[in-house]
């Protein structure tokens, strides 16, 4: 089957631009490719690619301004490549309208889930808004109201089930503190961090068989969470 999907790589590393064209072509993606910002910017309007694979380091410019630049007029769902601890380009590269990061040095698996994910959102966000999520046992049904694991009903607070349908509408994909803040209790709340992890220790506590291996909501040190991708 083909992955009719068009993917283009941002990547100035011969190397590494090399080893994902490798990685994308064999799984039937069309790949395009440039080492700098200028081209990927007349790639971008000229192809309209279905994603894009950001490095944020480039020669010509740096690649949150970029991903800024490109927001004002497309999109696109975009991954971003990170080097490793640098927290903090993360964060900003998603505040920067980014759909997600893979971090330096990453593997095959990780880097075809993180595509996968972004462009699944991509399609929703065009084709509007999914009602029931499952993956793994867990069922989490927003019409009807339901959270099931293992066919258990699973009861949740108002703010846990909040927290919960946003990290399954954006399952697979990594959600920053803030924007989850900002969703959750809106934009002028003063809640803190603090407030969002408790909340998040009684969800795993109802919902993961062991809350000290969450397998349903994973932790991102210093950025945020991520569900699993669900279905
Ligand atoms: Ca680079």
Redesign the pocket.
Known sequence: MRNAATILIV???ERIRNYMRTVLASCDYAVLETGNAKTALSIVASHNPDLVIL?????DRDGQELLSEMRQWSRVPVVVISARGLEKDKVTALDNGADDYITKPFGTDELLARIRAALRHGRQRNEGERTVFSGNGLVVDTERRIVRVDGQPIHLTQIEYKIVTLLCRNSGKVLTHDYMIREVWGPFSNCDTQLLRVNMANIRRKIEKDPTMPEYIATEIGVGYRMIEMD
């Open positions: 990547e100035d590393d490095d944020l380091g480039l020669p």
